[in-house]
């Protein structure tokens, strides 16, 4: 995203051979004495196979010198290193990582400008998303499922059948009877014609459906009131 926006350039195969000079002229070289058996190997192993190497930086390749030299490639790795830290020749290694170039300077975090255009577009961004969050919550009659998917461009899909929606209009052989209980539930409650909390209705238990229903149904007949928090007959 980022590369093909043209904020970085990304490279996976960039040129990842290592590199090495020598620091030491050829005579110096041979006047070392502190060097293990193992160090003289990839020493003689780089001069037998490179040339230039005093003069310029050559790419060489760590499973070559390793071959010649006879010890394993991490060996060569650290001996070079090594070698490299003693200021005997500058070892660049391989780069197993890919390569990143940024295109234009980089900023720190406290001087980064957000300009207006992006603002507002990360803004409207935002509102879409609380709408679809809103809408979602409060359209009762496409399957959440459904809902979901839309969402995300999916338009071929089936109602879930588990979901409130699917389940509100799933048809209820016992609706009919659960309704005339519900209302007769309310009016129980309601019997002492005082005036009843409204949550209390939900101690009832009744079936959600039935309970919306009933309660409509008698409010409209105006067998029950309702003021505020407060239900009554
Ligand atoms: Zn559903």
């Known amino acids: 995203i980022l590369q093909s926006a043209g904020y970085i350039e990304y490279e996976t195969d960039p040129d990842a051979r290592a590199r090495l000079k020598f620091l030491l002229g050829r005579d110096e070289l041979y006047k070392l004495y502190e060097t ?13 196979n490179y040339s230039g190497l005093f003069s310029d930086y050559r790419y060489v390749e760590e499973a070559l010198i390793s071959q010649v030299s006879g010890l394993s490639q991490n060996e060569v790795y650290l001996i070079l290193k090594s070698l490299s830290h003693r200021r005997i020749l500058h070892f660049i290694p391989q780069r197993k990582t890919p390569f990143i170039t940024y295109t234009q300077d980089r900023i720190d975090g406290c001087d980064v400008v ?27 009659h496409v399957c959440r499922s459904r809902q979901l998917l839309r969402y995300f461009d999916e338009t071929k899909s089936e109602d ?68 505020g928090l407060l239900i009554y007959r």
Do not use: M, W
């Not at 957000?114 to 009762?140: C, G, L």
């Open 160 to 227: 879930c059948g588990i979901c409130d929606v699917c389940v509100d209009h799933q048809p209820n052989p016992n609706a009919e009877q659960e309704f005339k209980d519900a209302k007769q539930a309310i009016l129980d409650l309601l019997a002492d014609h005082k005036p009843h909390d409204i949550k209390e209705t939900s101690e009832l238990l009744l079936p959600r459906k039935a309970f919306k229903e009933a309660l409509k149904y008698l409010c409209n007949e105006e067998l029950v009131h309702i003021d």
């Open 36 to 48: 293990t058996p193992n160090e003289e190997a990839v020493i003689s192993a780089l001069l037998r």
């Open 114 to 140: 957000i300009p207006a255009s992006v603002y507002d577009q990360r803004k409207e961004q935002f509102i879409k998303h609380v709408n679809a969050i809103e809408a979602y919550a409060t359209n009762n």
